[in-house]
Nanobody, 124 residues
Framework: VQVVESGGGLVRAGDSLRLSCEAN????????VAWFRQSPVKEREFVAA????????YYADSVKGRFNISRDSTRNTVYLQMNSLNVEETAAYYC??????????????????WGQGTQVTVSS
Protein backbone atom coordinates (compact mmCIF):
# COMPACT_ATOMS: atom_id res chain seq x y z
CA VAL A 1 0.00 0.00 0.00
CA GLN A 2 1.24 3.46 -0.86
CA VAL A 3 -0.11 6.44 1.01
CA VAL A 4 0.30 10.13 0.27
CA GLU A 5 -0.86 12.90 2.60
CA SER A 6 -1.87 16.42 1.70
CA GLY A 7 -3.76 19.35 3.12
CA GLY A 8 -1.51 20.66 5.86
CA GLY A 9 -0.97 24.34 6.43
CA LEU A 10 -0.94 27.27 8.80
CA VAL A 11 -4.15 28.05 10.67
CA ARG A 12 -5.16 29.96 13.77
CA ALA A 13 -6.32 28.43 17.02
CA GLY A 14 -9.98 27.52 16.74
CA ASP A 15 -9.84 27.07 12.97
CA SER A 16 -10.52 23.94 10.96
CA LEU A 17 -8.42 22.02 8.47
CA ARG A 18 -8.97 18.90 6.40
CA LEU A 19 -6.18 16.47 5.65
CA SER A 20 -6.29 13.92 2.85
CA CYS A 21 -4.60 10.55 2.57
CA GLU A 22 -4.66 8.86 -0.81
CA ALA A 23 -4.10 5.14 -0.35
CA ASN A 24 -3.32 3.03 -3.41
CA UNK A 25 -2.88 -0.72 -3.52
CA UNK A 26 -5.31 -1.62 -0.74
CA UNK A 27 -6.51 -5.17 -1.35
CA UNK A 28 -8.31 -6.11 1.85
CA UNK A 29 -11.44 -4.50 3.19
CA UNK A 30 -10.16 -4.77 6.76
CA UNK A 31 -7.05 -2.74 6.04
CA UNK A 32 -6.79 0.03 8.61
CA VAL A 33 -5.83 3.55 7.59
CA ALA A 34 -4.71 5.67 10.51
CA TRP A 35 -3.54 9.17 11.21
CA PHE A 36 -0.68 9.88 13.59
CA ARG A 37 1.03 13.10 14.54
CA GLN A 38 4.46 13.97 15.83
CA SER A 39 5.94 17.19 17.14
CA PRO A 40 9.55 17.92 18.11
CA VAL A 41 8.67 17.49 21.78
CA LYS A 42 6.40 14.46 21.58
CA GLU A 43 6.59 10.94 20.33
CA ARG A 44 4.45 9.95 17.38
CA GLU A 45 0.91 9.53 18.66
CA PHE A 46 -2.29 8.01 17.36
CA VAL A 47 -4.99 10.42 16.24
CA ALA A 48 -7.70 8.47 14.41
CA ALA A 49 -8.26 5.39 12.27
CA UNK A 50 -10.81 3.88 9.94
CA UNK A 51 -11.23 0.50 8.33
CA UNK A 52 -11.05 0.52 4.56
CA UNK A 53 -14.57 -0.89 4.36
CA UNK A 54 -15.66 2.12 6.39
CA UNK A 55 -17.39 0.05 9.04
CA UNK A 56 -15.59 1.43 12.07
CA UNK A 57 -13.79 4.55 13.20
CA TYR A 58 -11.48 5.13 16.14
CA TYR A 59 -10.26 8.29 17.84
CA ALA A 60 -7.79 9.36 20.45
CA ASP A 61 -9.56 10.76 23.49
CA SER A 62 -7.95 14.15 22.92
CA VAL A 63 -9.66 14.62 19.54
CA LYS A 64 -13.05 12.98 20.10
CA GLY A 65 -15.86 15.34 19.23
CA ARG A 66 -13.57 17.65 17.25
CA PHE A 67 -11.99 15.44 14.56
CA ASN A 68 -13.78 13.26 12.07
CA ILE A 69 -12.22 10.55 9.91
CA SER A 70 -13.99 9.42 6.76
CA ARG A 71 -13.35 7.59 3.51
CA ASP A 72 -14.23 8.21 -0.12
CA SER A 73 -14.00 4.85 -1.85
CA THR A 74 -14.32 6.40 -5.29
CA ARG A 75 -11.12 8.39 -4.71
CA ASN A 76 -9.22 5.85 -2.57
CA THR A 77 -8.88 8.65 -0.06
CA VAL A 78 -9.25 8.96 3.69
CA TYR A 79 -9.96 12.37 5.14
CA LEU A 80 -9.28 13.81 8.57
CA GLN A 81 -11.47 16.79 9.32
CA MET A 82 -9.98 18.71 12.21
CA ASN A 83 -12.05 21.33 14.00
CA SER A 84 -11.30 23.66 16.90
CA LEU A 85 -7.58 23.17 16.52
CA ASN A 86 -5.34 24.33 19.32
CA VAL A 87 -1.70 25.38 19.39
CA GLU A 88 -0.59 22.15 21.05
CA GLU A 89 -1.75 20.25 17.97
CA THR A 90 0.98 21.75 15.84
CA ALA A 91 2.76 18.72 14.41
CA ALA A 92 3.61 16.73 11.34
CA TYR A 93 0.63 14.55 10.54
CA TYR A 94 1.25 11.13 9.03
CA CYS A 95 -1.03 8.67 7.32
CA UNK A 96 -0.33 4.96 7.75
CA UNK A 97 -1.92 1.73 6.56
CA UNK A 98 -1.78 -1.92 7.53
CA UNK A 99 -4.05 -4.96 7.47
CA UNK A 100 -5.43 -5.80 10.90
CA UNK A 101 -8.18 -8.36 11.08
CA UNK A 102 -9.51 -7.76 14.56
CA UNK A 103 -7.92 -5.24 16.89
CA UNK A 104 -7.01 -1.81 15.55
CA UNK A 105 -3.63 -1.00 17.06
CA UNK A 106 -2.72 2.51 18.12
CA UNK A 107 1.04 2.08 18.25
CA UNK A 108 2.99 3.23 15.18
CA UNK A 109 5.08 0.06 15.10
CA UNK A 110 2.08 -1.95 13.88
CA UNK A 111 1.82 -0.02 10.63
CA UNK A 112 4.06 -0.77 7.69
CA UNK A 113 3.04 1.76 5.06
CA TRP A 114 3.66 5.41 5.82
CA GLY A 115 3.39 8.66 3.96
CA GLN A 116 5.92 11.46 4.03
CA GLY A 117 3.82 13.58 6.39
CA THR A 118 2.13 16.96 6.10
CA GLN A 119 2.81 19.84 8.47
CA VAL A 120 0.01 21.43 10.46
CA THR A 121 0.88 24.63 12.29
CA VAL A 122 -1.64 26.22 14.62
CA SER A 123 -0.88 29.79 15.69
CA SER A 124 -2.30 31.56 18.72
Amino acid sequence: VQVVESGGGLVRAGDSLRLSCEANGVTHRDTVVAWFRQSPVKEREFVAAIRWCGSSTYYADSVKGRFNISRDSTRNTVYLQMNSLNVEETAAYYCAAEYHGRIVPRAPRYYGSWGQGTQVTVSS
